[in-house]
T-cell receptor, first 116, second 112 residues
């Protein structure tokens, strides 16, 4: 079945530094990927839609300059949290839709970011 | 913004009992999906029900969809301790480019 690899699974960084999270579809092409964040005991909040070859579309209230998304190929999207602060500590998770299907969402295993 | 609301927020039952979780949403949808998440882990897709379907089964899972009421329910029969997890509904709304919007989730605890 379709697999999405997300790395790293856990990362601890210092305030002010940037962290890059990768979301890679291993055995299928994904023109579209989505990034979510999840705070403890809460649901997943959609941050942005990542489109291969074009700019990401951000949800209302999500700072595009803080959360940089790059979807440079049909199998890789990256989310960079820039100038991270403790309030950015969260669980980030990506999902990819397999091209040619309209419901084949495959989720990565998530990244636990802790900013100290 | 969140589309779905789920109830109950938390549910505690004994092994062998059935668990029912409900989800309501606000706009027209292409399909509705249910996911499971163990604490601190990724999501596991459970079942997808299309807007033109009313009921779907998968093993011990039964999902219903009422588009007139904009609601869905997930029934887990003969629950097991291993079913303990958070359960989320997610809607793929019309004309939204495939975005999945998640409900608030139900935290299910099944006691042995």
């Amino acid at each position: 079945g379709a697999v999405v690899s997300q790395h790293p699974s856990r990362v601890i960084c210092k305030s002010g530094t940037s962290v890059k999270i990768e979301c890679r579809s291993l055995d299928f092409q994904a023109t579209t990927m989505f990034w979510y964040r999840q705070f403890p005991k809460q649901s997943l909040m959609l941050m942005a839609t990542s489109n291969e070859g074009s700019k990401a579309t951000y949800e209302q209230g999500v700072e595009k300059d803080k959360f940089l998304i790059n979807h440079a190929s049909l199998t890789l999207s990256t989310l960079t949290v820039t100038s991270a602060h403790p309030e950015d500590s969260s669980f980030y998770i990506c999902t990819a839709i397999e091209d040619g299907t309209n419901y084949g969402y495959t989720f990565g295993s998530g990244t636990r970011l802790t900013v100290v | 913004s969140q589309q779905g609301e789920e109830d109950p927020q938390a549910l505690s039952i004994q092994e062998g009992e059935n668990a029912t979780m409900n989800c309501s949403y606000k706009t027209s949808i292409n399909n509705l999906q249910w996911y499971r998440q163990n604490s601190g882990r990724g999501l596991v897709h459970l079942i997808l029900i299309r807007s033109n379907e009313r009921e779907k089964h998968s093993g011990r899972l039964r999902v219903t969809l009422d588009t007139s009421k904009k609601s869905s329910s997930l029934l887990i029969t003969a629950s097991r301790a291993a079913d303990t997890a958070s359960y989320f509904c997610a809607t793929d709304a019309n004309n939204q480019g495939g975005k999945l919007i998640f409900g608030q989730g139900t935290e299910l605890s099944v006691k042995p």
